[in-house]
C-alpha cells in the first residue's frame, strides 16, 4: 500500500510569516512530487511540481524534496489570508497501461490570519 | 485557454436512477483520469485512459463505468447511485508521461 501522510492542521500563520507544510511518503520508487492547492468547495489546483533532490523556488512558493528520507515539503512566504486552504501532497508513480498514478495526503488546511 | 471542463457543476440525482458525468479538455492530452473526493478525504483514482485504452482501478465498484468517444471527451457512468457514492467527481488530464495532472473544476453530486 503505497501511502502519502501529511499533518491535517489546521496550520495556523499570522499574515506575512512563513507557512511550512510537510509530506511523507512510503514508496521509495516514486520519482514525482506535486503540492495541490484546494479551496473549499473547488478541485485541486497545481502549484509545484518537483522531481529531483533539493529546492525547487517559484515566487512565493518553495518544495523541498529529500528522496533518502522520503520527505518532501512546501514553503510558502509572506503568507496571505488568500492562501488559506487545504495543501494536498501527490506523488507519482507510472502506471503500467500507461500515464500516471497520484497518491494524495488528506491534505494540510492551512489559515493564514490577519 | 487551454483547459478542462466539466458538466453539469452540481447534479441531483435518485437512490438508483442512472446519472452520467462529463469532461472535456481542450489541452490536447492523451490520458484523462476520474477520482472520486468525499469530504475532507484525498482523492481517489477511479480509472483512467491512456489513449484510447481504459485502466480500472482493483477497488473500483462496478457501479462505475466510463467512455472516451473521442480525445477531447470523457464520461463518468453511475449506473445505479446510492447514498454513499454522493462526492465531488474530478477529472483530470495529462500528457502521456509527462507527470502534471491539471483538473477540471469537478461536479458535486448529491444522492437522495
Known amino acids: 500500500q503505497k501511502e502519502v501522510e501529511q499533518n491535517s492542521g489546521p496550520l495556523s500563520v499570522p499574515e506575512g510569516a512563513i507557512a511550512s507544510l510537510n509530506c511523507t511518503y512510503s514508496?521509495?520508487?516514486?520519482?514525482?512530487f506535486f503540492w495541490y492547492r484546494q479551496y473549499s468547495g473547488k478541485s485541486p489546483e497545481l502549484i509545484m511540481s518537483?522531481?529531483?533532490?533539493g529546492d525547487k523556488e517559484d515566487g512565493r512558493f518553495t518544495a523541498q524534496l529529500n528522496k533518502a528520507s522520503q520527505y518532501v515539503s512546501l514553503l510558502i512566504r509572506d503568507s496571505q489570508p488568500s492562501d488559506s486552504a487545504t495543501y494536498l501532497c501527490?506523488?507519482?508513480?507510472?502506471?503500467?497501461?500507461?500515464?500516471?498514478?497520484?497518491?494524495f495526503g488528506t491534505g494540510t488546511q492551512l489559515k493564514v490570519e490577519l | 485557454d487551454a483547459m478542462v471542463i466539466q458538466n453539469p457543476r452540481y447534479q441531483v440525482t435518485q437512490f438508483g436512477k442512472p446519472v452520467t458525468l462529463s469532461c472535456s479538455q481542450t489541452?490536447?492530452?492523451?490520458?484523462m483520469y476520474w477520482y472520486q473526493q468525499k469530504s475532507s478525504q484525498a482523492p481517489k483514482l477511479l480509472f483512467h485512459?491512456?489513449?484510447?485504452?481504459?485502466?480500472n482501478e482493483a477497488d473500483t465498484p462496478d457501479n462505475f463505468q466510463s467512455r472516451r468517444p473521442n480525445t477531447s471527451f470523457c464520461f463518468l457512468d453511475i449506473r445505479s447511485p446510492g447514498l454513499g457514492d454522493a462526492a465531488m467527481y474530478l477529472c483530470?488530464?495529462?500528457?502521456?508521461?509527462?507527470?502534471?495532472?491539471?483538473f477540471g473544476p469537478g461536479t458535486r453530486l448529491t444522492v437522495l
Open positions: 483530470a488530464t495529462s500528457l502521456g508521461l509527462v507527470n502534471e495532472q491539471f
Open positions: 514508496d521509495r520508487g516514486s520519482q514525482s
Open positions: 518537483i522531481y529531483s533532490n
Open positions: 501527490a506523488v507519482s508513480h507510472i502506471l503500467t497501461g500507461g500515464g500516471n498514478k497520484l497518491t
Open positions: 489541452l490536447n492530452h492523451n490520458v
Open positions: 485512459y491512456y489513449d484510447k485504452d481504459f485502466n
